[in-house]
C-alpha cells in the first residue's frame, strides 16, 4: 500500500454531488489533494481555490483521462435511464 491510498483512501472513485455532477478526487505528484468535477464535455475542471500551484505528473492524466471516460459513460447511462423514465 503506498502512502497515496493511506491518507486518501477515496482518490480516483467518482461520486455525484447534490447538483448530479460527477466528482473525485486525485492526489497530484507533491501529494495535495485536487477536487476534479466532470460535466459531460470531455473535459475536467480542477479546483484549484485553495493552492498556489498544482504538480501533476503523467500518472495524474492517465487517471483524469480514465475518471473523463468513466463519469461520460455514468451520464449516458443516466440521461437514458431519465429518457426511459420519462417515456414510461
Do not use: R, W
Not at 467518482?14 to 468535477?37: F, H, M, Q, W
Not at 466532470?38 to 498556489?52: G, P
Amino acid at each position: 500500500m503506498n502512502i497515496e491510498d493511506i491518507f486518501f483512501p477515496d482518490k480516483n472513485i467518482l461520486t455525484k454531488n447534490k447538483n448530479g455532477t460527477y466528482c473525485s478526487l486525485i492526489v497530484d505528484a507533491e501529494l495535495d489533494p485536487l477536487s476534479l468535477e466532470f460535466n459531460y464535455d470531455d473535459c475536467v475542471v480542477i479546483d484549484t481555490t485553495d493552492l498556489n500551484h498544482i504538480c501533476l505528473n503523467q500518472q495524474n492524466f492517465k487517471e483524469m483521462t480514465i475518471l473523463i471516460n468513466k463519469s461520460n459513460k455514468l451520464y449516458e447511462k443516466d440521461f437514458e435511464n431519465n429518457e426511459n423514465h420519462l417515456n414510461k
